[in-house]
């Protein structure tokens, strides 16, 4: 049971009737089967546009054979000519065929890897590789650059001896230490003290 009203009444605008369709049923039925009639006309007219254009095309490559008043020997040669075109254009489709058929292939591998990266692809997790300068270098310039790049080379030696040796250090009182290095003396002994080492 439809409990919808017949009529709407809008503040403002007063009662207004319910929405009526534009077209009707019958109407709708009466342009579709036009709209059918005027597509099956469009495609008859265009398959017969490619046959004519068939036929034109072979007209232009293929000339009628002439036959008559030939001897036997001209229509061997002409069989022979006509058996060495047709096997060069089945040699050419065959190989149409192949490279249609291998991109197709192709295309088909690339969608499925595709797919499979956006479902299945994770970062793997990066390792720390020691890789030596040289070794570097190498990868980067290929073996036949020989740049060797010895970074010890520029450094400055140190002697296990110099290292080792421990300074003597004078241990006395504190406050003595303080009183004599006050006042002018003690900046002149501590600028001589700075000095000394040096000189040695």
């Known amino acids: 049971m439809d409990t919808t009203p017949s009529r709407l009444t809008v503040p403002g605008l007063g009662l207004l009737s319910q929405r009526k369709p534009k077209i009707t049923a019958s109407r709708k039925l009466l342009l579709k089967s036009l709209m059918l009639a005027r597509a099956k006309e469009c495609w008859e007219q265009e398959l017969e546009e490619r046959e004519a254009e068939k036929k034109r095309y072979l007209a232009e490559r293929v000339p009628a054979l002439q036959t008559r008043g030939l001897s036997l020997s001209a229509l061997q040669d ?92 004078e241990v006395g009182d504190w406050r003595k230490n303080v009183e004599a290095m006050s006042g002018m003396e003690g900046r002149k002994k501590m600028f001589d003290a700075a000095k000394s080492p040096t000189t040695q």
Do not use: Q, W
């Not at 390792?127 to 010895?150: E, I, Q, T, Y």
């Open 78 to 169: 002409l069989c022979r000519d006509l058996h060495a075109k047709v096997e060069v254009v089945d040699e050419e489709r065959y190989d149409i065929e192949a490279k249609c058929l291998h991109n197709t292939r192709e295309i088909k591998d690339l969608k499925l890897k595709v797919l499979d990266l956006r479902g299945k692809f994770k970062r793997p997790p990066l390792r720390r590789v020691r890789v030596s300068a040289d070794a570097m270098l190498r990868a980067l310039l290929g073996s036949k650059h020989k740049v060797s790049m010895d970074l010890r080379a520029n450094l400055k030696s140190v002697k296990k001896e110099d290292t080792e040796k421990e300074r003597p250090v």
